[in-house]
């Protein structure tokens, strides 16, 4: 106002750390923004046009004929759900890691007989061990992540699935969080009977919502399997579906925010998007070699949209993190778990580019200097 001095208190100014951490990975303004549209009424013919205008683009994301699905909730809950829809007899839990290694604790929670099939963290499923317990005839689900994030593990998902087609009375429950939009997973070719994923992952939008598809097989089973409950029960979900409707409340920010990331995943072409993941996954992976780290996942086994580096080097990890957070407002993960100062984990799925990928590793180089390791 005239006559008054206005003055700025900088105390009072934020300024934003981007994430390069494997989830919640950096969400852009665009995608806020439209997270951040007006609301519509979740039962009306705005919602319905909203989601029938999503729903080709996010088959052809999923490699998919089957309805996809929209769950206002983590991936875990959808975890829980393919558990209880589809595990009658006993569930073989895949487990070579801290996210993968609670799928048998997910399983027994909801009181269904589970075995696990076991790799050392770094390691990937062996489908040949697979094949053996399979060959028991003791399960009737086996239950996969496919990116283990917390040690930066993809497994072998074509030889899991060649393995899965020797054994058509067994569905398989495939998590894609970190993995899903950043390398291609055709769900219907691969013989998935349950694809799910998160939102904070490859996908980068904001946390606290999933989205799945299930196969016929897995239909027929869930209507054969008691038990279901209401909130995550399959059949609901495709009788909705069927409509252009949610069971439950669904969360239209993120659907709005979804909408927008799909027209930005189809301008670019999933073509190159997959090429562009690979090429900073690449830029990370020639860092790593050239500034004398190791890796912790088995070569022929590494993710493409994160990588975990393990710290044979002997930096000092958490001041790593804490110098780039402070020095360069840029956000890694000091590795998860037991691998907590062990490892540490930089992302580049989602919306990052070598540009800035190439900026991160360079302010990586500045923080690894200060701490006079060359």
């Known amino acids: ?224 399997t008691t038990g279901r409950g209401y909130y995550f029960d399959f059949l609901e979900f495709k009788k909705q579906q069927e409509g252009d409707m949610t069971p439950t409340t669904p969360s239209i920010g993120h659907i709005y925010a979804l909408q927008s990331k799909l027209e930005e995943i189809f301008a670019e072409g999933l073509t190159n998007r997959y090429a562009r993941h690979a090429r900073t996954n690449a830029l990370v992976h020639d860092w790593v070699r050239e500034r004398g780290f190791d890796f912790f996942a088995a070569e022929g086994h590494r993710a493409l949209s994160l990588t975990c580096v393990k710290n044979n080097r002997g930096i000092d990890v958490a001041k790593l993190v804490r110098d780039l957070r402070e020095k360069h407002h840029l956000v890694i993960d000091g590795g998860y778990g037991k691998l907590k100062g062990q490892t540490f984990r930089v992302s580049n799925m989602g919306d990052e580019t070598e540009e800035t990928v190439s900026h991160l590793l360079g302010c990586l180089d500045d923080c690894l200097l200060a701490q006079g390791v060359p």
């Not at 072998?156 to 894609?176: F, G, H, N, Q, R």
Request: aromatic share 8%; glycine share 6%.
């Open 1 to 224: 106002m005239d006559g008054e001095r206005w003055t700025l208190d900088v105390s009072t100014v934020i300024l934003h750390d981007k994430l390069f951490t494997p989830g919640p990975v950096e969400v852009s303004e665009k995608t806020m923004a439209a997270f951040s549209r007006p609301m519509i009424g979740h039962r009306g013919e705005a919602f319905k046009t909203l989601y029938r205008s999503i729903h080709p683009q996010l088959q052809e994301l999923f490699g998919t004929k089957q309805p996809v699905f929209l769950s206002t909730s983590s991936a875990w809950g959808v975890m829980e759900a393919a558990i209880r829809n589809l595990v009658r007899q006993r569930v073989l839990c895949c487990m070579c890691g801290a996210f993968s290694d609670k799928w048998i604790e997910v399983a027994r929670r909801c009181g269904k007989e589970a075995e696990p099939l076991q790799a050392g963290w770094g390691e990937a499923i062996d489908h040949k061990a697979l094949d053996r317990q399979l060959a028991t005839g003791k399960f009737d689900a086996v239950a996969l992540i496919h990116n283990e994030t917390s040690t930066g593990v993809m497994n072998p998902l074509p030889e899991i699935c060649c393995t899965m087609a020797k054994y058509p009375d067994v569905a398989l429950i495939v998590d894609s969080v970190s993995s899903f939009s950043a390398v291609p997973i055709p769900m219907d070719a691969s013989l998935i009977d349950v694809l799910l994923t998160g939102s904070q992952k490859a996908l980068a939008l904001p946390p606290g919502f999933a989205l799945f598809s299930v196969s016929e097989k897995a239909f027929a089973r869930a209507a054969q």
